[in-house]
């Protein structure tokens, strides 16, 4: 599920270590096995007596037969995309289906049914994380189904998908400097949130899949099922198993499995250069000097003559010269090895708000539609707003 995309076709890199587990290392592997599997809740009374202590979001237990009706039996043409966790559908749960339920569209993300322990416990993550936790700027989980072997989890519907389908499309037109700004933006503001919550949450798989926009290109935080929460009191760090996604993961996580808010701002400082660039953090299609996006793009961020020649040429040099500088310098500072040199997320809201520009995104598009009529001079080809 940390490697699952909910609007789009997920990235294939996966972080992956013999740095030690999460689970305390002096029990044999079957006494843990034991316990964890006593810990996983197998119904919805067991999910809501762990939701009770922290959840302040009421969700909805969903029947699975429910879920046929909403998805229309998991038509495949409702799919969205999927990942490691399973397939994504768009649904549309309507009056009828119970009483009082208010019409809307909704995605639903089921397990892929394989019950692993790992796929249990990142579906549990999300049910627990987004149970307490809400803000504009992270998704909004409606409920989830815990009905014997399956496991789902339902969100509203964010109709524009993910950044990454969005930025690296081949279809869609390029996304304009502004709305690559407000992106940041949104996205920065969710990961603030997160760091400084009264419990304060790491996000670790931070990445363009996992962030997805609304028709107004509102961007939200999802997929929490790699989330941690993060160190209190006098610690510095949370050690823990090291997942996440090659290119996005901070380097110092990597080598040591130590995890901080600061690991966060490094992928943020990954996704920005995304943003920047048009390209992936990581692209076996390009020459081998620039296939990791970080090694190729860091050193030019700070040279100013050379940094507009690796900003997307889609944007066709339609972007304000000065925000570009700034943006790119951002950038560089979030992607500081040195990770108490990174800036806070609070810091990085505060230098990103100056770059937004009203008016510029656009608040409502109507879809269109092209008509094309016979004439006596020919055909004749017009686009019409539904």
Known sequence: MGNCCCWGQPSIYRVSSNAKSESPKDESPSKKARMDHTKMPSNPEEVEDLRRSSATNPLIAFSFDELKIITSNFRQDYMLGGGGFGNVYKGYITEDLREGFQPITVAVKVHDGDNSYQGHREWLAEVIFLGQLSHPNLVKLIGYCCEAEHRVLIYEYMARGSVENNLFSRVLLPLPWS????????????????????????????????????????TKLSDFGLAKDGPVG??????????????????????TGHLTPRSDVYSFGVVLLE????????????????????????????????????????????????SVHKAAMLAYHCLNRNPKARPLMRDIVDSLEPLQIP?????SEKPTLTVITDTPNGVMKEKVQT
């Open 179 to 218: 709305i690559r700004m407000k992106i940041a933006f949104g996205a920065a503001k969710g990961l603030a949130f997160l760091h400084e919550a009264e419990k304060p949450v790491i996000y670790r798989d931070f990445k363009t899949s996992n962030i997805l926009l609304d028709l107004e290109y509102n």
């Open 275 to 322: 943003l920047l660039t048009g390209r992936r953090s990581l692209d076996k299609s390009k020459p081998a000097r620039e296939q990791n996006l970080t090694d190729w793009a860091v050193p030019l961020l700070r040279e100013k003559k050379k940094l507009l020649n690796i900003i997307d040429p889609r944007l066709d040099g339609d972007y304000p010269i000065k």
């Open 234 to 255: 006098d610690k510095s760090h949370v050690s823990t198993r090291i997942m996440g996604t090659y290119g996005y993961a901070a380097p110092e996580y990597i080598m």
């Open 359 to 363: 008016g510029e995104v656009p608040t």
